[in-house]
């Protein structure tokens, strides 16, 4: 006569199962097809709509066609941030004769960053860096899509600064992630935006 597995019993079965399935989820994610030369899969970007240099709406659609630089930061930022624009524009300038590629600087400050405040702010670095930002509740969402760091820091009076992240994101023609870029080396960085043109 069998005798019943008991519960203690199936735990290790229930483990495995749960273990099994889990790598096949991975495995299915990982090696999915995603056509020849596509990154792979990535749980970084996703869509939103802010608002560009003359007011306009911009979508992830829209930035669709050429590869682009993607870096969060702020106009009132004292050093990271003008100093990554500088070294983005240096990279952009590297490209080959041509080669289309876009840098977009993303606010993590709204409130200050108005479209004309971006727009004169960028002016003093390459044409193809634009600038987006809009209300905070339509930032945020871009903010949690590319796994963006950013806490207003009180200042004197009214002042503050802003901690944030600072990674420049390479995404494909197709807006999907690639990797972050290493700006140490622009010409390096160039022939890495130029494979995915």
Not at 5 to 25: D, E, K, M, Q, T
Not at 124 to 152: C, H, N, Q, W
């Amino acid at each position: 006569m069998a005798v019943a597995p008991s519960r203690r019993n199936l735990l290790p079965f229930i483990v495995f199962g749960v273990g099994a399935a889990l790598v096949a989820g991975a495995a299915v994610l990982t090696f999915v097809d995603t056509g020849p030369g596509a990154p792979a899969p990535s749980a970084i970007g996703g869509p939103f709509k802010l608002v560009g240099p003359d007011g306009q709406a911009v979508t992830q659609d829209d930035l669709k066609g050429q590869p682009t630089l993607i870096f969060f930061g702020y106009t009132h930022c004292p050093d990271v941030c003008p100093t990554t624009l500088f070294e983005i524009s240096e990279i952009l300038r590297k490209l080959k004769p041509g080669a289309k590629a876009r840098g977009v600087f993303v606010s993590v400050d709204p409130e200050r960053d108005t479209p004309s405040v971006m727009k004169d702010y960028l002016s003093s670095f390459d044409s193809r860096i634009i600038g987006l930002t809009g209300d905070r509740a339509a930032v945020e969402p871009m903010l949690r899509e590319y796994r963006v760091y950013s806490k207003k820091v009180p200042g004197t009076g009214d002042d503050y600064t802003m901690d944030h992240s600072a990674i420049v994101y390479l995404m494909d023609k197709q807006m999907r992630f690639v990797n972050a870029l290493n700006l140490a080396d622009p010409e390096k960085a160039a022939r890495e935006i130029e494979r995915w043109m």
